[in-house]
């Protein structure tokens, strides 16, 4: 190697700014806190609208699917409850009963991207009302969702 080519590495070593550990880590929870509260969108374009007070979260739910057609209500909206944890990146289980009978609830995690951008990563069931014990078997559907935080305020 050249006398200049290591000339740049060790200026390119004194330079760099050496952050301690602990700052990062108290950095990261201050840049990237989740905010339940707000306009959530997943990838199939049905929005959350919800409100965290506490560990208790209220909303309302539009699906961009449904079952059945008709089976999520005229407006495909539904009320919202569910409940949240603390911390930068907390845990959430959201529940709706649809119009027809029907419930999902979505479990998850909300994360913060590199970029600050905010997700939630849930996993969702939706309960289909069965006419009897023998219908039971395909009532129940699972799936994944992923949310994006949008910038629309509440
Ligand atoms: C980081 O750690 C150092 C040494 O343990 C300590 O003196 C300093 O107060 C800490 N800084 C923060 C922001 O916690
Ligand atoms: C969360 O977002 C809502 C709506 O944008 C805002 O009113 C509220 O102050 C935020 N909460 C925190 C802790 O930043």
Redesign the pocket.
Known sequence: MSSLMWYLLFVTLITSPTVPANESSTQDVKVG?C?I??VWRNELGSTMRVKAEGSEVRGVYQTAVESMSGAAGLDRTAQILGIVGDGAQPTVSLSVLWEKGSCSAWVGQCFILGDGAQVLKTFWMLRSVADNLAGDWGSTRLGEDLFFKTSI??
Request: hydrophobic share 15%.
């Open positions: 806190a905010n509260t707000g305020s509440n």
